[in-house]
Each structure stands twice: as structure tokens, then as C-alpha cells.
């Protein structure tokens, strides 16, 4: 990859061990990529902010984002940030895709706005493929498994 890339990856708080672990992932392959994030990594002196704040933190850094990434584990679903995060990039005109974290590809179910305006969904060990897709590449999609698979969505982007 010749160009940094900005990804956001969408995620349930608990979960940001395994968002720091799919960076660190992607710049081991050799991805040069910058995380827009908002994780409990990132809060100052360790306080949550308010809604308010939260939420124009994410309108920002979604729109910077060139690619979208929904974290999927257990409980990915019932987050309302989530949802707020993939209908935001939609609107934005993103890319939206899914990748199941490590062990939880048979365990998880959607949240309501992927299955709406997702792209699709990669397993956890298809880093390279997920890193082709952030650098523009036109990768094939794959369920859970490995398999082949369709687009969730056809995302029709618009650049004003």
C-alpha cells in the first residue's frame, strides 16, 4: 500500500483489545493505515465523554475514514453506537464491511444497520483480504467460513 489510509472501526467498548489487535495486524502485513477510531483508548484522563461529544467525535472521524469496519462479536449488535456509526458511514458514502473477531464467526448476529447497509462480511484470518479492500482493491467477498460469497449491498457512493 503506496498511501496511508484512514479506517474506522466500529466495535462494542469491551471489545477494544481485539480493535488493537486487527491494527497491529494490518501494519504487520504491511498496510500503512491510521485508526479514526474512538476507543477507551483515546479518552482523556480516562473519563468518558458525554453523548454530545461522543457523537460529534464520531461524525468527524467517520467522515475522514476511508473505509468503514464493523468489529463483529457477541454483542456487537445491542451497542447503539454501533448503529449510529453504520448508518453515519452509509450516509457518508462508505465503505461498509464486517469482520467477525477471532473464534466468534458461528456466534454472532448482526447488528440492524450492518444487515441494512453492510457490504459484506470477512473471517478474522483474512487480514489480507481486508487490507486489499482498504487499499482499493477489488477483493471478492466471503462469508464466515472462507467461502465465496455476494455482497450483502450493492452501495451506490456519490462524491459531491
Known amino acids: 500500500m503506496s498511501k496511508q ?3 474506522f472501526i466500529s466495535h462494542y467498548e469491551k ?5 488493537q489487535s486487527l491494527k497491529k495486524r494490518l501494519i504487520r ?4 493505515v491510521r485508526n479514526f477510531s474512538v476507543d477507551s483508548t483515546k479518552h482523556k484522563d480516562g473519563r468518558r465523554p458525554s453523548d454530545a ?9 467517520i467522515k475522514a475514514a476511508s473505509t468503514f469496519i464493523c468489529l463483529l462479536g457477541p454483542d456487537t449488535h445491542t451497542r447503539k453506537w454501533v ?3 453504520i448508518r453515519k458511514a452509509y450516509l457518508e ?19 440492524e444497520a450492518f444487515k441494512k ?10 487480514i489480507e483480504k481486508l487490507g486489499g479492500i482498504i ?5 471478492p467477498f466471503e462469508n464466515p467460513d472462507g467461502s465465496k460469497s455476494n455482497k450483502l449491498h450493492d452501495s451506490i457512493r456519490i462524491k459531491c
Do not use: F
Open 5 to 7: 489510509k484512514n479506517i
Open 15 to 19: 471489545d477494544d483489545s481485539h480493535v
Open 29 to 32: 502485513e504491511g498496510y500503512d
Open 53 to 61: 461529544v461522543i457523537k460529534r467525535l464520531l461524525n468527524i472521524r
Open 83 to 85: 448503529n449510529y456509526e
Open 93 to 111: 458514502g462508505k465503505k461498509i464491511i464486517g469482520i467477525y473477531s477471532h473464534g466468534n464467526k458461528n456466534n454472532v448476529e448482526l447488528p
Open 117 to 126: 447497509y453492510g457490504s459484506s462480511t470477512l473471517g478474522w484470518n483474512s
Open 135 to 139: 487499499s482499493g482493491e477489488n477483493i
